[in-house]
């Protein structure tokens, strides 16, 4: 591999760093601000602890973005990946069924690898991190120990080798992940009762569902979707942000 080529590569990871962390602040920026218009107070005095969570995230953040970059400019200049971007390459029916098998990959991955970090090893080393946001904040969506942050970076990067999915699509999926990461931590439900408890709000997670999880640590560990917590009996329902 030449000179050039790493520095491109190393340019890639770099950039991919600067969107992640500029994506965290847009984001979580947007929800403290709507969190301070809506619920006024609700963060009242936990400058400290957001602090923290600021913190921790831009550590994240480069976590994120160093193998994001890397597949990022291997899909550009060699070719890497199922990624695609002729909207003919598949049929139209195959773009929302790649949005949704992308999300239940990372809801299976998510499910199992936080259900881990629950045992006294893991998150003594890594978890308490995150649960040291008590209560969570719209700052809280990346607040990982770097152990965890690594276990969460490397699922779509490694899901666009296995998964055809248009860029797009691609675009989609990530911006379900930062709204949903944000919005279930923001401590209180932004979604109306008639959806959260609907058939189809029975099966999502909202801040509602995680923020018990935050409440009570050991239930409710999903991402997207109630059904791994469903399926193994850790669903305990729903709080009352």
Known sequence: ?????????????????????ARYVASSGFFAWLTHRVRPGLYVGLAPQIGGEVRWSFLSAAIYGLPAGLVAWGWQNRG????????????????????????????????????WMHRPAPFRVAHAVHHASRPPTAWAAMSFHPLEALTGAVVIPALVFLIPIHVAALGFVLMVMTVMGVTNHMGWEMFPD?????RLGNWLITASHHSRHHEQYACNYGLYFRFWDRLCGTDRGLSQP
């Open 194 to 198: 008639r959806l959260v408890h609907s």
């Open 1 to 21: 591999m030449s000179e050039q080529t790493i520095v491109a590569a190393v340019l890639s990871m770099i950039a991919m760093t600067v969107i992640v962390a």
């Open 80 to 115: 890497w990946t199922r990624i695609y971007t002729d909207w003919g390459h598949y049929p139209l029916w195959w773009l929302p069924l790649s949005v949704l098998a992308f999300l239940a990959a990372h809801d299976a991955w998510f499910y199992w690898t936080h259900r």
